[in-house]
């Protein structure tokens, strides 16, 4: 940052994604979810730093040169459903010719009139309707642009899929066919899916585990269907994002996100929590999956 300013944006994020399965990564906008997928595919500025591991089978994408990521990685390893379709999108060609040229790279189509029919396959599988096949990036809609990137990225079936909001500009026949494609991408047994959304009912479609993000940290990781149903979420802040929806208390969390710069000391959410005690001022540690003092426990157990 400038004066030689340093945040993390993302700090101690500890978790795998199994073949076969969906890991949904949930949180408010600026917690570090977007940053996390691109650490892993090198896409980051030329000014951040990462450190750890994040393997791929025996790659370690962190540590892996932009060769290998352009190479081997970006598209045949890991697909990518980027947060802003359009933007990633060449300006001067259009759906078709994204399409074709990436079928032909990632696969062993060849011939005018192969590729021609697994580009059209390709879009087919996003809901990209055919008659916008040969219109340009700036002729379409939001909810196109996302098909497209979507159609994009599922054409390599690469082992590990990563989609940020994919189902952004989206109706709800459309996000509902969208998830379910992504579902069926992992239901094969062979690819994984880490899916990041603001849409908690999409997450409750698709998803196995539930990874809550605040602050730049993971504050909880616990199973889906306990998540969305019964016990529910342990900690407080995964808990206000369930009673924020509309089908539930459509109650909002009090008070803001805190700067990633000028985080508080000990707990981040503590200035918003009801729960938070003296303990809050020391950063709590991960114990069964969440990281809080006070975590909620399901009936019948006790502290």
């Known amino acids: 940052m400038p004066g030689g300013r340093r945040i993390a944006a993302v700090t101690d994020a500890h978790f795998d994604v199994a073949a ?3 890991l949904a990564l949930i949180g408010e906008s600026g ?8 650490a892993l595919l090198g896409l980051l500025p030329a000014n951040a730093r990462t450190a750890g591991e994040a393997r791929l089978g025996g790659l370690d994408l962190l540590a892996a040169d932009e060769r290998t990521l352009a190479r081997t990685v970006r598209g045949r390893l890991v697909g990518l459903i980027p947060q802003s379709p359009a933007a990633h999108l060449t300006p001067v060609r259009t759906v078709r010719s994204h399409l074709q040229e990436t079928v032909a790279a ?7 009139a192969a590729l021609r029919a697994a580009a059209e396959a390709a879009a087919e599988r996003a809901a990209f309707p055919a008659g916008h096949l ?4 700036h002729e379409l809609s939001g909810g196109l642009a996302q ?3 979507t159609a994009l990225a599922l054409v390599g079936d690469a082992p590990l ?17 969208t998830v379910d494609e992504l579902r069926r991408h992992v239901d094969t047994g062979r690819r994984s899916l880490l899916v990041i959304t603001h849409d908690l009912a999409a997450a409750r479609r698709i998803a196995d585990r539930v990874a809550v993000m605040y602050a730049g940290r993971i504050v909880e990781l616990t199973d889906a269907q306990a998540f969305f149903g019964t016990p529910g979420p342990r900690h407080p802040y995964s808990q206000g994002l369930l009673r924020a929806l509309p089908d539930r208390a459509f109650t909002a969390i009090p008070g803001m996100p805190p700067e990633l710069g000028n985080l508080p000391r000990g707990c ?6 009801d729960r938070a005690t003296d303990a809050c001022t020391a950063l709590p540690q991960p114990v069964d999956g969440t990281a809080c003092h006070h975590p909620h426990l399901p009936e019948g157990h006790r502290a």
């Open 20 to 22: 076969g399965e969906c």
């Open 31 to 38: 917690c570090g979810k977007s940053v996390l997928a691109s």
């Open 106 to 112: 990632l696969t062993d189509t060849r011939g005018r």
């Open 134 to 137: 040969d219109r340009h990036p």
């Open 147 to 149: 098909r497209a990137a």
């Open 161 to 177: 899929l990563l989609a940020d909001e994919p189902t952004t500009g989206l109706d709800r026949d459309l996000v509902d066919h």
């Open 268 to 273: 981040a959410f503590a200035p918003r929590c």
